[in-house]
């Protein structure tokens, strides 16, 4: 809720600057081209997932990248300038880039490796979390707070979200802090692994739902093999995957839990201000039930909190994303909405979903996705931006309407891209002396509401729908101009 008692929706994207290796080091973003924040408005994203990493803020031990954190300061600038909040993803893939490595995230001083050296995959940049002794040992030695000159690691990531939150604590841009992006498990991870794998051989040796003569049948067949992995429906993921969760849980538990409660506390020495981010486990990603609770700095439950769960097909970081599948991704975010309503009781924004592929293919997956975010009233940031992303075919589907910002209780809200039609409902119980606002995508051919509406344009195509009603049951009904459109029908044809 805004500060005018305003239920919102956020809709936007990651932005994540892992750093290019320059045969040295890594140079970091200093500035976006003004453009950009144009366009993200014009395509009615009101939040971006601002992703940095410890390396760029923090290169050497207690010394912070001055030149660094005004350029972040810079970037928000552009994002209130043009009605956009962002939110600080800590962001981390494999612990740290290990030189030029896939991975980003923490500088070369704290990764503690001992023994062990970093070697590149061979398939996918995911499997060095299967398979790296260094990445094992890295987290190990971070979740246990070894000591870098007296002063544990942790001690250092706690200091560093200080003085990141006291350099931007009072910007309008900033909406809160996600403290780390997909927190690994270290080491004892490879228990989990081995339960996954062990029952995904039992599974496929001996469960009756699945055919197995079909699935060798086309696992055998060049063209069809990669449709061998339909028969592993959402039922049988979840027997796969539900032994690693002791492993999951055990970790959320103790070692997660004290990681995130001294981080936030780090933070809330500095400001009351901006909403906590909370991620799961990245084994979650995959359909394992979580066991992250709300947070409670100083022994209190933190009141501004949301859940940030991220889930993703078993295709996604191959050739084949375009063969996602809706059902598998679907249970997963059915855990998560399950997670919500029963232990975390607070807001949900989805921080990364999505993938991309070449071609259109995949683009049903991508708004099958986005109509299970507007049934769940879930707000959400797609993975990711990249150069050329806002004049893709996917912009046409990522580009929606939405309530950003509605005077009462939402009931429900739907986009039927085949109609060309978005239905707003909510219950009003007050009056406001501001308006319920929809992001309208195309031209608007009309609006049907018991109140009064205005059009503030953004561009030639896009605006700001406002609507201003009294108390009462309300239904806001847009029709836009033109026939409407669905990759989700097309491929039905």
């Given at each position: 809720?805004?500060?005018?008692?305003?239920?919102?929706?956020?809709?936007?994207?990651?932005?994540?600057?892992?750093?290019?290796?320059?045969?040295?080091?890594?140079?970091?973003?200093?500035?976006?081209?003004?453009?950009?924040?144009?366009?993200?408005?014009?395509?009615?994203?009101?939040?971006?997932?601002?992703?940095?990493?410890?390396?760029?803020?923090?290169?050497?031990?207690?010394?912070?990248?001055?030149?660094?954190?005004?350029?972040?300061t810079g970037i928000l600038d552009g994002c209130a300038e043009y009605g956009i909040y962002a939110y600080i993803d800590m962001h981390q893939d494999l612990y740290a880039g290990f030189g030029d490595g896939p991975g980003?995230?923490?500088?070369?001083?704290?990764?503690?490796?001992?023994?062990?050296?970093y070697k590149k995959p061979r398939f996918i940049w995911g499997e060095s979390y299967l398979l790296s002794k260094a990445v094992h040992?890295?987290?190990?030695?971070?979740?246990?707070?070894?000591?870098i000159n007296g002063k544990g690691l942790q001690d250092y990531y706690r200091n560093m979200w200080r003085h990141v939150t006291a350099r931007l604590k009072d910007h309008p841009a900033l909406l809160g802090f996600d403290l780390m992006n997909e927190p690994f498990i270290g080491s004892e991870s490879k228990k989990a692994f081995k339960t996954v794998i062990c029952a995904a051989i039992k599974t496929t040796l001996f469960?009756?739902?699945?055919?197995?003569?079909?699935?060798?049948?086309?696992?055998?067949?060049?063209?069809?093999?990669?449709?061998?992995?339909?028969?592993?429906?959402?039922?049988?993921?979840?027997?796969?995957?539900?032994?690693?969760?002791?492993?999951?849980?055990?970790?959320?538990?103790?070692?997660?839990?004290?990681?995130?409660?001294?981080?936030?506390?780090?933070?809330?020495?500095?400001?009351?201000?901006?909403?906590?981010?909370?991620?799961?486990c990245v084994f979650a990603n995959a359909g394992i039930p979580s066991a992250v609770r709300p947070i409670t700095p100083g022994g209190k439950r933190e009141q501004n909190q949301a859940f940030a769960p991220h889930a993703y097909d078993l295709m996604v970081d191959t050739p084949y994303y375009k063969y996602a599948n809706n059902e598998r991704v679907a249970a997963i975010f059915a855990q998560r909405k399950a997670e919500q309503d029963s232990t975390m009781d607070m807001p949900v924004l989805?921080?990364?979903?999505?993938?991309?592929?070449?071609?259109?293919?995949?683009?049903?997956?991508?708004?099958?996705?986005?109509?299970?975010?507007?049934?769940?009233?879930?707000?959400?940031?797609?993975?990711?931006?990249?150069?050329?992303?806002?004049?893709?075919?996917l912009m046409g589907v990522l580009r929606r309407p939405y309530p950003r910002a509605v005077t009462g209780n939402i009931l429900s809200y739907a986009h039927d891209r085949d109609e060309n039609t978005f239905t707003l409902t909510y219950r009003q119980e007050k009056t406001y002396d501001v308006h319920t606002e929809i992001y309208a995508h195309l031209p608007v051919e009309s609006v049907e509401t018991d109140g009064e509406y205005?059009?503030?344009?953004?561009?030639?195509?896009?605006?700001?729908?406002?609507?201003?009603?009294?108390?009462?049951?309300?239904?806001?009904?847009?029709?836009?101009?033109?026939?409407?459109?669905?990759?989700?029908s097309a491929g039905k044809q």
């Open positions: 809720m805004d500060e005018a008692g305003r239920e919102r929706i956020f809709n936007g994207i990651n932005v994540c600057d892992k750093g290019s290796f320059n045969g040295k080091g890594r140079d970091f973003v200093h500035a976006w081209e003004p453009e950009r924040f144009v366009r993200f408005q014009q395509a009615g994203m009101n939040v971006i997932r601002l992703g940095v990493t410890w390396e760029a803020i923090e290169p050497l031990p207690g010394l912070y990248n001055e030149a660094y954190l005004d350029a972040l980003d995230g923490a500088p070369e001083w704290a990764c503690l490796t001992g023994k062990h050296h040992t890295a987290f190990d030695n971070f979740w246990n707070n070894q000591t469960d009756k739902r699945i055919p197995r003569k079909q699935l060798l049948k086309r696992a055998l067949k060049k063209d069809e093999r990669i449709h061998a992995l339909d028969f592993y429906t959402p039922d049988i993921i979840k027997t796969i995957v539900s032994g690693a969760f002791p492993v999951v849980k055990k970790f959320e538990e103790g070692l997660y839990t004290r990681f995130l409660t001294g981080t936030a506390e780090s933070v809330r020495e500095v400001t009351p201000d901006g909403i906590f981010f909370l991620e799961h989805v921080g990364e979903w999505g993938g991309n592929s070449e071609g259109t293919e995949w683009l049903p997956h991508v708004e099958f996705l986005l109509s299970l975010f507007d049934r769940y009233q879930w707000s959400h940031t797609y993975w990711c931006y990249y150069d050329g992303i806002l004049d893709s075919p205005t059009l503030t344009p953004l561009n030639e195509t896009t605006s700001i729908i406002n609507v201003a009603t009294g108390e009462g049951l309300h239904t806001v009904t847009v029709r836009f101009a033109g026939g409407g459109f669905s990759y989700r």
